[in-house]
């Protein structure tokens, strides 16, 4: 089954490059720009991806994203990422990345954009892949730093198809960034946001009515709302998946509690992710085939989800 679903063409539609970095390259980065870490070696850094939520995760994803400094790094990171797109049969991505963990400290925005969208273009000319890059806003900062970030993409603006809205998701609902989203929109931009992760089916109905996103990031909690639900079927919008970052953090205890395939049955427009596959314990067929062994997920089923990633594409082909 798993070549089976490694052969499905699909798109990924959540992916966080600073996600995808592995152990390996952390290492080899770190080596590269002389910093130290605090792990002894990639085992002992391996056994520090223990979650019980999306907090304890995010600690240690911007602790590892540290070791990313020069273009190159980015290109290095972007590449080996999309090298994983090939394998997997991943025709098309909409990867995030975070402007403000690198901007934050110290790394001009033109340094990490210039990586990721020269890997992009590489990736499409020599290996196929399309793609279409979002900007994501770190919602634990202000809105005035979401403001300036924004500021800094306008002179890059035909680099990125969205921005997106990322990190702690308690305590920071979308309506704090309805005016960064609103300019966003008017300066051209499509927009998407994480919701309904961890926060609850209020903090979805925010992101589509204030933020008027095009995609639902996560929207597993969704299901606890019978009106949301209604409208997330009646309006086709998509829902960016992630089943192995859901119970790698604790939204749900176990995959065979997971709500993917109860919402793909009820007509919701769900599709598979793989969210921060360096964290999480593997890319998207990974995920596809947890949802086949935990699941019970049929082919006729991993088929229709694989059609849904590519209906949900925000470049379309
Ligand atoms: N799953 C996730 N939720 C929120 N912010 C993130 N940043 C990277 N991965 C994330
Ligand atoms: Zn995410």
């Given at each position: 089954m798993?070549?089976?679903?490694n052969?499905?063409p699909?798109?990924?539609?959540?992916?966080?490059?600073?996600?995808?970095?592995?152990?390996?390259?952390?290492?080899a980065?770190?080596?590269r720009?002389?910093?130290?870490?605090?792990w002894?070696?990639?085992?002992?850094l391996?056994?520090?991806?223990?979650?019980?939520?999306?907090?304890?995760?995010?600690?240690?994803y911007y602790?590892?994203?540290?070791?990313?400094?020069?273009?190159?790094?980015?290109?290095?990171?972007?590449?080996a990422?999309?090298?994983?797109?090939?394998?997997?049969?991943?025709?098309?991505?909409?990867?995030?990345?975070?402007?403000q963990?690198?901007?934050?400290?110290?790394?001009?925005?033109?340094?990490?954009?210039?990586?990721?969208?020269?890997?992009l273009?590489d990736?499409?000319q020599?290996?196929?892949?399309?793609?279409?890059l979002?900007l994501?806003?770190?919602?634990?900062?202000?809105?005035?730093?979401?403001?300036?970030?924004?500021?800094?993409?306008?002179p890059?603006?035909?680099?990125?198809?969205?921005v997106?809205?990322d990190?702690?998701?308690?305590?920071?609902?979308?309506?704090?960034?309805q005016r960064?989203?609103?300019?966003?929109?008017a300066?051209g931009?499509?927009?998407v946001?994480h919701?309904?992760?961890?926060?609850?089916?209020?903090?979805?109905?925010?992101?589509?009515?204030l933020?008027?996103?095009?995609?639902?990031?996560?929207?597993?909690?969704?299901?606890?709302d019978?009106?949301?639900?209604?409208?997330?079927i009646?309006?086709q919008?998509?829902l960016t998946?992630?089943?192995?970052?859901?119970?790698?953090?604790?939204?749900?205890?176990?995959?065979?509690?997971?709500?993917?395939?109860?919402m793909?049955e009820?007509?919701?427009k769900v599709?598979?992710?793989?969210d921060?596959?360096?964290?999480?314990?593997?890319?998207v067929?990974e995920?596809?085939?947890a949802l086949?062994?935990?699941?019970?997920?049929?082919?006729e089923?991993?088929?229709r989800?694989?059609?849904?990633?590519l209906?949900?594409?925000?470049?379309k082909?």
């Amino acid at each position: 089954m798993y070549d089976w679903l490694n052969a499905l063409p699909k798109a990924e539609l959540h992916l966080h490059l600073e996600g995808s970095l592995e152990p390996e390259l952390l290492f080899a980065l770190a080596e590269r720009n002389k910093i130290a870490l605090p792990w002894s070696d990639v085992e002992t850094l391996r056994k520090a991806y223990a979650f019980n939520n999306l907090q304890e995760f995010l600690d240690l994803y911007y602790q590892g994203a540290d070791v990313l400094r020069t273009s190159q790094d980015f290109y290095d990171l972007t590449w080996a990422y999309l090298l994983r797109c090939k394998e997997q049969n991943v025709i098309h991505t909409e990867p995030f990345f975070d402007p403000q963990t690198h901007t934050d400290r110290g790394v001009p925005f033109e340094v990490v954009l210039n990586g990721i969208a020269s890997a992009l273009k590489d990736g499409e000319q020599q290996l196929g892949i399309t793609s279409g890059l979002i900007l994501s806003f770190l919602r634990h900062l202000s809105e005035e730093e979401a403001q300036k970030t924004l500021d800094q993409a306008l002179p890059f603006r035909e680099a990125f198809v969205a921005v997106g809205l990322d990190s702690s998701e308690m305590g920071h609902p979308p309506s704090k960034f309805q005016r960064v989203f609103d300019r966003a929109r008017a300066e051209g931009f499509l927009t998407v946001a994480h919701a309904g992760e961890e926060g609850p089916p209020e903090y979805i109905w925010e992101a589509l009515d204030l933020l008027k996103i095009q995609r639902i990031d996560h929207g597993v909690r969704a299901f606890e709302d019978e009106r949301l639900m209604q409208r997330i079927i009646d309006e086709q919008i998509p829902l960016t998946v992630c089943p192995l970052s859901n119970t790698k953090l604790c939204v749900f205890d176990h995959m065979s509690q997971h709500n993917i395939l109860e919402m793909l049955e009820r007509g919701v427009k769900v599709t598979v992710n793989s969210d921060d596959p360096a964290y999480f314990g593997g890319y998207v067929t990974e995920n596809f085939h947890a949802l086949y062994t935990d699941l019970g997920m049929t082919r006729e089923q991993a088929q229709r989800l694989a059609q849904n990633s590519l209906d949900a594409r925000l470049v379309k082909p």
